[in-house]
């Protein structure tokens, strides 16, 4: 077991629901608010009694839900109890997640005297028919507000799009890069639309109430937005991420390193190394383990040399920085070493890989199949 390094910290509520939503977030729960805070502060202090020495945290990022709505005070007691349980003082990096709605010059005020140094902002698209259509709260003005704002507080702004939402036409989403990458930020998260089952969206888009785009026009979208925002000084660090230089996310780059890490709150993963494991989803179940000062996770997974090599080559490849050849070798046995290189030369053929200076680098087309590369490799 190593020492855990990074911290995550989930703040569940949200003010109402996207339709393509399929965190661990919830709706119209704001009266457990104050529950919620004390027995996070619980969890943590459960945690911190079982710590030998306080580890030395690098980095802390504080997810949801919409943790701009956490009460700035309660926030404070909570950075007050992180500070007591572990040693922040190389922490380099401490982001919260922003409702681009939330952001006013007091909140700004009130994270940034709390200690976090990293704000990322959910935009998704400028759009504010397509906002309203899937049920996100924020519209285009509180994203204009934000930009405002937020440099003045912060010298670490990353803003968070979804390329691939139904009714937007591709001059809006360059309209919308463009305008992003005009403003004083570091960092540009960019995911894919994914439809989860169940969710509202995944119904809709069933019904034919909503169409997706066409998924060719989609990528060749995606990869105008890759030139464009690097052209803009945002270079690709992994398959979603986009940072000027110095900016790459520390705390993700932790988690696709396998660092160790551990989170706090319902549905929070930690991994020490060897295991995963998840808290509990449900609310009122994790309300009673503070009451009982017992947090015991729900699923404990340890994982076998297996599902270790397809998790070290699925995290590699998704990041620019690929990975060494020689270590990909490692991870298969000797028979199967000569199958490996094959595939990989295969894979380079159709332009779905570079192999330079014993390094072996996914592609633009590659990182976006990186599940049917890795598939392939195995
Ligand atoms: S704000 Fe985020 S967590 Fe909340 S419902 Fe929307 S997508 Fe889900």
């Known amino acids: 077991m190593q020492h855990v390094e990074s911290l995550y910290i989930h703040w569940p509520f949200c003010t109402s629901k996207c339709y393509y939503c399929d965190f661990v977030a919830l709706e119209q729960h704001a009266d457990f ?39 700035p005070e309660k926030l404070h007691e909570l950075f007050a109890l992180l500070h007591k349980t572990f040693d922040l003082t190389q922490t380099s990096e401490i982001t919260l997640e922003a409702n681009p709605a939330d952001v006013t010059e007091d909140r700004a005020d009130a994270w940034e005297s709390a200690g976090i140094n990293r704000i990322s902002c959910g935009v998704q698209v400028l759009d504010d028919a397509v906002l309203q259509r899937l049920n996100r709260r924020q519209r285009s003005i509180d994203v204009f ?42 960092h540009l998260s960019i995911y894919f639309l994914t439809v989860h089952e169940k969710t509202p969206l995944y119904f809709k888009v069933q019904r034919g109430d909503l169409v997706l785009p066409d998924e060719d026009a989609l990528l060749n979208l995606y990869e105008a937005t890759v030139a464009y925002v690097a052209s803009k000084g945002f270079m690709q660090y992994e398959i979603s991420n986009f940072a000027q230089p110095g900016f790459a996310s520390q705390h993700n780059i932790g988690y696709w390193q396998r660092r160790p890490y551990k989170g706090f709150g319902i549905g929070a993963a930690s991994f020490d190394g060897a295991q995963r494991t998840v808290n509990d989803k449900n609310l009122t179940r994790y309300l009673d383990n503070g009451k009982t000062g017992s947090f015991i996770p729900l699923e404990l997974e340890t994982l076998t040399p297996q599902q270790i090599t397809m998790e070290r080559l699925m995290l590699s490849l998704r990041q620019a920085s690929g990975m060494p050849l020689h270590d990909m070798l490692e991870c298969v046995g000797e028979k199967q070493k000569n199958s490996l290189i094959a595939s990989l030369r295969d894979l380079e053929l159709i332009g779905l890989l570079r192999i330079e200076n014993d390094h072996v680098r996914l592609t633009l087309r590659g990182m976006i199949l990186e599940n049917e590369v890795v598939l392939r490799l195995i």
């Open 33 to 71: 608010q104050d529950a919620y805070h004390e027995t996070l502060l619980q969890e943590i202090i459960a945690y911190g009694a079982s710590l030998g020495v306080k580890p030395s945290i690098k980095t802390i990022f504080i997810g949801g839900g919409t943790p701009s709505l956490y009460p």
């Open 145 to 186: 507000n934000a930009a405002k704002i937020l440099p003045k507080y912060f010298s670490n702004v990353s803003m968070d799009l979804i390329i691939g939402m139904p009714g937007v036409t591709d001059a809006t989403w360059l309209k919308t890069i463009e305008t992003l990458c005009a403003w004083p930020i570091q």
